[in-house]
Nanobody
Framework: QVRLVESGGGLVQVGGSLRLSCAAS????????MSWYRQAPGKEREWVAW???????DYADSVKGRFTVSRDNTKDTLYLQMNSLRPEDTAVYYC?????????WGQGTQVTVAS
């Protein structure tokens, strides 16, 4: 059974940093690309970053140069290092696994950036 559990969110000042974690279980983590998404109040969920199994990464333009996605296959954990945070980064952050015929989400972790 696939399980994704995010953690690491919190309240941070503008310009601060946070590192989110997504602990994965129930599948072969090292064999799957993984994504981060976020959803701000009143807005649709949007893609933030993707990390492939070879280490290739891609980012939304809004976070490029500020966020870094990484993974530790020995711990089955996906990370999102977020630097230079802005008020518009305030959202619930989710990790996502997509497999043929199924998409899995964690419960999310709240990030609030205070100005």
């Amino acid at each position: 059974q696939v399980r994704l559990v995010e953690s690491g969110g919190g309240l941070v000042q503008v310009g601060g940093s946070l590192r989110l974690s997504c602990a994965a279980s129930g599948f072969t983590f090292s064999s799957h690309g993984m994504s981060w998404y976020r959803q701000a109040p009143g807005k649709e969920r949007e893609w933030v970053a993707w990390l492939g199994i070879t280490g290739l990464a891609d980012y939304a333009d809004s976070v490029k140069g500020r966020f870094t996605v990484s993974r530790d296959n020995t711990k089955d954990t996906l990370y999102l290092q977020m630097n230079s945070l802005r008020p518009e980064d305030t959202a619930v952050y989710y990790c996502r696994l997509r497999q043929p015929g199924a998409t899995y989400w964690g419960q999310g972790t709240q990030v609030t950036v205070a100005s």
